[in-house]
């Protein structure tokens, strides 16, 4: 069956910042961490309201060692009240601080790790109906052991947090079959397993710049 639809290019159509304009703004909770807030947005349509969450965005490492293991730990998430096979990631809470540096700085703390090969594999909003996080998934090879960065002392969830290796073909089959959800780890080892098929050539540098990153900082001024 033929789709009676129009046939898209991306020349056409593909992500775009394209900020609407915002009538009223209100704090509505202050946290921890984030914020909620609530927007009155005036689309072409009418006035519409939207509560959503603040959020500073993260990083997230995909570390690949020489038998295509990749390291992972096993996190709990308490708003969702599951223990979740994650990648070393983290908050880009620290002023200031380079993307790329604070993905080193994540894979040293979590795992106690250093990477001398790092790839840009994708960057995401994880969930851009109701929080503004954006996140760089970065690929990390030639792995090797490390100390954990200076003054660093494990806190919370992170305490005693397991560490590992997984085969990334396993990975690949469990996302697939439903048994892991983080979506940094599913999205971050489907593109590691796309992206070996012409030996991460197509893989972009680790400091190509990430425009929703700078829109995030533009916006906070």
């Known amino acids: 069956m033929s789709l009676d ?18 009538s009223q703004h209100e704090l509505l909770a202050h946290g921890y961490l984030m914020d909620m807030v609530r927007d009155t947005v005036e689309l072409e349509s009418g006035p519409v309201v939207r509560d959503y969450t603040t959020h500073p965005g993260s990083v997230a490492v995909i570390a690949v060692d020489d038998q295509d293991r990749v390291v992972v730990v096993h996190q709990y998430r308490h708003p969702v009240g599951w223990r979740l096979v994650e990648p070393p990631a983290g908050l880009l809470d620290v002023v200031g601080e380079d993307t790329l540096v604070a993905a080193q700085r994540e894979l040293a703390e979590e795992a106690q790790i250093q990477a001398a090969q790092w790839h840009l594999l994708v960057d ?14 970065f690929l990390a090879r030639g ?8 003054g660093f002392e494990a806190e919370g969830e992170e305490v ?5 290796v997984m085969p990334l073909d396993e990975l ?50």
């Open 172 to 221: 690949v089959t469990a996302v697939l079959q439903g048994q892991l959800q983080n979506p940094a780890l599913c999205i971050g080892v489907l593109a590691t397993a796309v992206a070996q098929r012409d030996g991460y050539a197509s893989l972009r540098s680790p400091q190509t710049p990430w425009p929703a990153r700078e829109r995030h900082r533009n916006r906070d001024q």
């Open 143 to 150: 792995l090797s052991a490390a100390a954990p960065p200076d």
């Open 124 to 137: 995401v909003f994880l969930s851009p109906g109701g929080m503004q996080e954006h996140q760089r998934i």
């Open 5 to 22: 639809l129009p046939q898209w290019s991306l020349a056409d159509h593909h992500d775009v910042a394209d900020p609407q304009p915002v």
């Open 160 to 164: 005693g947090m397991p560490v590992g």
